[in-house]
């Protein structure tokens, strides 16, 4: 079997090619089925990523990294501050209010030249910070109290008005969003240390609306399925489906290692979850058992420490890991990655896509990389 | 004969026996004469005369009878019979012609036969005689007339008087066809007794003549006949060539079959064995023949070739040798012949040896069981089979400048402790990697831990002689409050005097560093270990000379005990019970366990080895493990005995720390050959099922920095991940 027979199909109207049959060497590889297009349009060399049956034909492939953009991004660190990046590589604004290592940062709203951010902290706090960017100006609004532990991860809800944290003291706390001028009420003891904070503290305090308890062990990663749902994974091998309205658990996933980061994809409608058997598992949540694991990508040699679906494509995901590198995905080829990332001198923690496609990562080597990902394909069906 | 019997016989006989001889000599001379007339007569006879008239009817008849087989013998006496005994002169004449004839007749058949036919006058036959017993005749003769039996009236004495005195009588003969009496002549005495002797019957007859050889070796010029050959011996037998037409004819047809070849003969033997049962041939299996006699060699030859000769040295050397050591029991002599051999002088010897051979030397083939020794050895679980357990190295915790002694996890598995020789204290954060907090506490750090009680969050670090309290303040601030509220105590219970423990309050630098208290020990501490409750501390300070060597301190009274009068020898570590009042202290070889409430010695463990270096208590608090300098690890069930229920031996190097998993039936042990080793070892609630005790995974990571590996281990509280802090300044997080 020496030749084949394949049609080529674009969404990309540039590099449409006519609905016929060709007869193809049956050996030829990626370059030379590009080559064999580009002769057909006439055009210059243009490389094509092919996909049969929602494989990719191949993985490898030159890897444009280019530090290059508009948009904002955010990061944390382990300085006990969160700084406002530019994507063009220079801070905007460092953020400095927490008495402790800052563990997660998430914007609540970005409208116009104010918006809002919150910071939590390994000091059990959560701060909420208005950041004026014209003024360059931060303001600290409110402290969320209410935690016993670090809190690891905060999000918010796709609303804006509710966010919620995850704590190493196994709780998840649901918060209201909203900037408002009074404090709550601390239920806490008002004994003598009270005076003390009251001096130190920055905003006005702030309880949980709601908390939410099951965990056995410490909240690693939470995020929003939709406005009423939250997805928590824990250190307990397990991943928990919240309902928001009545506070109760309604799916639990189970794996059999520590899971330290998931992400939703409402695309796809999946969860992707990064454990410390160096495995990222793509979860279905709707499903009711809970025990199923849809497919596994493996590739890190470490824990990954961070998985983001892409919020435009619903096949792609990027992973970080202890071993230094970032990897983005494409589950439709589990085998292997598309691309690994080896910027990072050490170890990875986090990644993150912004709006406008572009990677972000950050690592223990006390460095944030942005990268583009230039994303020309050619579909070709066979 | 009669002379002998004669003179033996008394006197009067003899009287009598004269006058019976004179009769019986008168008859028998008279008889003497007769028959020698008639055996001249027939002598006479020989001659050959041919032609005399025979009555065919005759000749048929007695030819019949000659075929009879009676002896020559017989017939001769029944010949001389005939002539003495028949009284008519007729039958005598009658017979005597008859016998003429009979003899001239043979004559002409066989010229050369001398032997003569019997003589018949009864015409009964060959019957037996008793037929004739009661009548008063015996047969017939040939006119037909009976002949009648002699008138004998002699009895029994007349047969013995006519023993004693005829001196014919040993010649008497009866003739029973006549019933009549026959003296035999000198000449038929001397014929019976040749042919007794075998010899031939005739005196005249030479046996010897010399042979004419008709044929012999010599070559003829003539033929031995003359006579032309047939013409038929030159052509071909037309019978034969008809019988051959007859056999080739049958042949194709198919009637005669060429004999078959017998080919299967071999296959056709009767099986011996065929009904014999395999009980009896396993039983012939199983024996071994007796070992064969070596064959005898050149060198037992009595001229052996000069290769085989021993040499001078060779000779020396079989004389200094054992006898058993000996190659050859003898030494191979040389002699010029056989004649000069002398006797050997090792036959009873070898003859013995032969002996104790054949029956001291067991032939019986052993019954061994032929079994896979690795059949024998119980299934252990797969290590697949009991994950989880820490397998690859995920994180490494690196800062320390120098050798780290001692690592400990905080209760909610968060923070990591680790004390070091560079005289720091540091505090990592397990999930990052993250050095937390930096702590000089200035000096060799031997001992850090964690105050198990979730409810605190304090450090007890042994540095030097002194062992250290510190608040990290790394946890919830209503835990950092009650902590620092533990701390605060009852200062009234002032140091107790016996000890020489002195506590003291950190102030200024330390204060700010999270050093709350220090304990002021006499000598160097070497280990410091909490209690369950998080209260009670115990120090160790080793002194071979000392009773002084243990020291509790409780740490919301400031107060230090010596729980020991006695120095029951150099202690190594020690540990408390996690649930019972219960107090583990390790020496050099055993293990002392304590009830702190009885104030006694409940139980003594012994470790079988020689220097134990480490000990860890399991959690359910039934089973200890000890670690020893010599490689070893010992698993005690304190349930089953005072000895070590296993011991494993898996490390190359001593042993320094083990661990148990406070969750997972974990364990692990850290060496100097820079290896963890973690077992899984589950713990049966059941009495009656032994701990299952399962390596599963060897771990390596760190270098190996003056001859020192893995320093320390611990697990995780809550994950199945283990920590090693090594000699290589790092620590590392196996998950």
């Known amino acids: 079997m020496s030749q084949l027979q394949a049609r080529f199909f674009t969404e990309n109207k540039r590099y449409v ?84 290592v800052v563990k997660d940062v998430a914007w609540v709203k970005r409208e116009g030249l104010t918006s809002l951010l919150l ?78 904070q009251k001096t130190q503290q920055l905003g006005l305090t702030r309880t949980p609306i709601m908390t939410l308890s099951g965990h056995n062990e410490a909240v690693s990663s939470v995020l929003w399925c939709d406005t009423e749902e939250i997805c928590s994974a824990s250190w307990d091998h397990t991943i928990r489906v919240w309902d928001v309205e009545t506070g109760g658990m309604k799916t639990t996933l189970t794996g059999n290692k520590v899971f330290n980061s998931i992400s939703y994809s409402p695309l796809c409608r999946r969860l992707a979850s990064g454990s410390t058997d160096r495995h990222i598992r793509l979860w279905d949540p709707r499903t009711k058992d809970g025990s199923l694991v849809l497919l596994s990508l493996s590739s890190h040699t470490g824990w990954v420490t961070a998985v983001k679906w892409a919020p435009a494509h619903e096949h792609q995901l990027v992973s970080a890991s202890l071993d230094n590198l970032v990897k983005l995905w494409d589950t439709r080829s589990c085998k292997a990655p598309l691309y690994d990332v080896a910027a990072h001198e050490d170890k990875v923690f986090c990644v993150d896509w912004t709006e406008s496609a572009l990677l972000l990562s950050g690592g223990a080597d006390n460095k944030l990389y942005t990268y583009r990902y230039s994303a020309c394909q050619t579909d070709a069906g066979a | 004969m009669d002379d002998r019997r004669g003179n033996v016989q008394s006197s009067e006989q003899k009287e009598e026996m004269k006058k019976v001889q004179e009769k019986t000599t008168k008859r028998r001379n008279k008889e003497k004469e007769e028959l020698g007339d008639e055996q001249i ?181 003539h033929p031995v006949t003359n006579r032309p050959e047939d013409k038929r011996s030159f052509i071909p037998s037309l019978v034969e060539k008809e019988k051959v037409s007859k056999l080739v004819h049958a042949i194709k047809m198919g009637w005669i079959k060429p004999r078959r070849v017998e080919d299967n003969s071999r296959g056709t033997f009767y099986d011996l064995w065929a009904s014999e049962d395999s009980s009896i041939l396993s039983k012939h299996r199983m024996h071994l023949p007796a070992p064969k006699i070596p064959l005898p060699g050149h060198n037992e030859s009595y001229n052996p070739p000069p290769e085989y000769l021993f040499t001078d040295e060779e000779r020396a050397l079989w004389e200094q040798q054992d006898p058993s050591d000996r190659k050859l029991p003898y030494v191979p002599m040389k002699f010029s012949s056989l004649r000069q051999v002398p006797a050997f002088p090792r036959f009873i010897h070898e003859r013995f040896e032969r002996c104790l051979d054949l029956y001291l030397c067991p032939r019986q083939r052993k019954m061994r069981v032929n079994v896979n020794p690795e059949d024998l050895i119980p299934k252990l679980p ?28 905080s209760p909610s598995g968060q923070w990591l402790a680790s004390g070091s020789d560079d005289g720091t204290v540091r505090i990592w954060e397990v999930c990052s990697s993250r050095c937390m907090k930096t702590i000089q506490v200035g000096g060799a750090v031997k001992t850090v831990t964690w105050n198990p009680n979730p409810a605190v969050c304090l450090l007890a670090v042994a ?134 409430v009885k104030q006694e010695m409940t139980k003594k463990l012994q470790a079988n080895s020689k220097w134990i270096s480490s000990m860890a208590v399991h959690p359910g608090g039934d089973h200890v493990i000890c670690g020893s300098y010599d490689c070893r690890l010992s698993w005690f069930d304190l349930d089953l005995s005072t000895k070590p229920y296993k011991m494993l031996r898996h490390h190359k190097k001593a042993v320094r720390g083990v661990a148990y998993h406070r969750v997972y039936p974990l364990f692990a042990s850290a060496s100097d050959d820079g290896s963890v080793i973690v077992c899984h070892g589950t713990v049966y609630n059941d009495l009656l099922q032994n701990p299952l005790i399962v390596p599963v995974k060897v771990l390596r990571g760190h270098v190996m920095t003056h001859d020192l590996g893995v320093l320390d281990v611990t697990f995780h509280p809550t994950q199945p991940w283990v920590f090693s802090s090594g000699a290589d300044n790092t620590i590392r997080l196996f998950t």
């Open chain 1, 119 to 196: 910071t939590a902290s390994l000091d059990q706090t959560i701060l909420m910070w208005e950041w004026n960017s014209e003024r360059n100006k931060v303001k600290a609004r409110h402290c969320c109290r209410g935690h016993t532990g670090s809190v690891d991860t905060i999000a918010t809800d796709p609303t804006g008005s509710k966010f919620c944290s995850g704590s190493w003291d196994k709780m998840l706390k649901i918060w209201s969003a909203v900037p408002s001028d009074e404090a709550d009420e601390v239920e806490g003891p008002p004994d003598r240390p009270r005076k003390k």
């Open chain 2, 41 to 221: 007569l027939n002598l006479n006879n020989e001659p050959p005369e041919e032609d005399e008239d025979l009555s065919d009817s005759e000749d048929s008849v007695y030819s019949g009878l000659e075929d009879s087989g009676s002896d020559s013998e017989e017939d001769e006496e029944d010949g001389s019979d005939g002539d003495v005994t028949v009284d008519s002169e007729q039958t005598h004449q009658a017979e005597e012609k008859k016998n003429m004839t009979e003899v001239k007749r043979k004559d002409d058949e066989y010229e050369h036969d001398s032997s003569d036919e019997e003589d018949i006058r009864n015409t009964v036959g060959n019957i037996p005689m008793e037929w004739y017993r009661d009548f008063p005749h015996i047969g017939y003769d040939l006119d037909g007339k009976k002949i009648y039996k002699p008138i004998r009236n002699k009895d029994e004495l007349d047969d013995f008087l006519d023993k004693m005195e005829n001196p014919d009588y040993w010649r008497t003969v009866h003739d029973n066809q006549t019933g009549s009496v026959i003296v035999l002549s000198d000449e038929q005495v001397e014929l019976v007794n040749r042919l007794q002797r075998g010899q031939f019957g005739d005196i005249n007859f030479n046996e010897y003549q010399p042979s004419v050889e008709y044929f012999s070796s010599d070559v003829m010029i």
């Open chain 2, 382 to 409: 797969k290590p697949k089979d009991l994950q989880p357990f820490p397998t690859v190295q995920s994180l490494v915790y690196r800062g320390h400048s120098s050798l780290i002694r001692s690592i400990s996890v």
């Open chain 2, 463 to 596: 540095l030097n002689s002194v062992v250290l309290i510190l608040s990290p303040a790394l946890a919830d601030r209503q835990v950092v409050s009650s902590s620092e509220r533990l701390l605060l105590g009852d200062q009234e219970a002032e140091a107790a005097e016996d000890t020489g423990a002195v506590w003291s309050e950190a102030e200024g630098e330390e204060l700010n560093q999270g050093i709350r208290l220090k304990v002021h020990h006499p000598k160097a501490v070497h280990q410091v270990v909490w209690h369950a409750k998080g209260d009670y501390l115990a120090s160790v300070m080793p002194d071979n000379s000392s009773h002084l060597q243990v020291l509790i301190h409780q740490l919301s009274r400031r107060r230090s005990q010596n729980p020991f009068r006695r120095n029951k020898g150099l202690v190594q570590c020690v540990s408390f019970h996690p649930v019972r009042p219960y107090f583990f202290v390790a020496t050099q070889r055993s293990v002392r366990i304590y009830n702190l």
């Open chain 1, 17 to 100: 090619v006519d609905d016929v049959p060709f007869s193809i060497p049956a050996a030829s590889e990626v370059e030379e089925l590009s080559s064999v297009i580009n002769q057909l349009l006439l055009a210059k060399d243009v490389d094509f990523d092919f996909l049969v049956r929602g494989q990719f034909l191949r993985t490898p492939l030159s890897f444009h990294m280019e530090t290059e953009g508009i948009s904002t991004v955010r990061h944390r660190s382990y300085d006990k501050t969160a700084r406002i990046w530019s994507v063009e590589g220079k801070p905007v604004m460092t953020v400095a209010g927490h008495t402790d």
